[in-house]
């Protein structure tokens, strides 16, 4: 039994050892900073309150993770609804194994160009002169450009969901092609509607899915700040922003407890969810 133990260990070393230097070993090192002095010339190792005191007296700051958490919660309720259609319709609307694929990969070309030529694509739509302006006012729909289409709040979130809804999709249709179709059979000879099968069987079933795409959503957009700096015209911030912005300036130790609040809302967010449903039988 102990030579038994000693092997199990053995083995899990090379990857515990790889967890520490590049998961544990950085984080922990985030933390120690964000307990440094700094100041408009350097900063010095030091164990001080001054950089959390003056981020929870913000009151930017308390706007900006406001900001952040809406713009999550908008980009995540967008994506679950088109995700879970999408995977809806690909696991139980195709019957083929071989369009099931070929649509699947349909979903994946965004994402053989970059984010940033993806973001910039929505410009000449959503421009004041875009395409979308130009057809509203030709149709006679509107008198004047829309100005909110771009540089705005929307054309944020409409960037993350173009971004990420992906992550959304592959979860959730990887778990209802999990889902034992004789189970819906059954209960539609029982008498059961489409809307009472989607509430009573699949949506359960495919809550594991959900969540693990939730998780992604909400991680990459409450860290993405190139989207929401590009798409807003930097007339928005987030959190991640604000951490790009204190190491610009140098402002190291900042940034870090910046990145340590952020990191455990994060946690938060995904503990709370987590106790929802049991992913371990997905992963």
Known sequence: MRRANLNSWLLAAPLTGVLV???????????????????????????QFDNYRYLFGSAVAWKVFGLTFMMAGIVWAVTLVIGFTIAFFLAFHVRTQKWQMALFLLTTIPF????????????????????VNQTLMGAGIIDEPLQWLLYSSFSVCLAFVHLYTLFMVVPIFNTMMRIDKSLIEAARDGGASGFQILTNVIIPLSKPGIMIGSIFVIALVMSDFVTTRFMSGSQLANVGRLISNDIGLLQYPSAAATAVVLLISVLLTIGAMLRLVDIRKEL
């Open 21 to 47: 230097m590049f998961l544990i070993l950085p984080i922990l090192l985030i933390v120690a900073v964000s307990f440094w002095t700094a100041d408009a010339f350097t900063f010095r190792p030091d164990f």
């Open 112 to 131: 053989w160009t970059s984010n940033i030529i993806r973001m910039i694509s929505w410009i000449p739509l959503l421009g004041k002169n875009g395409l």
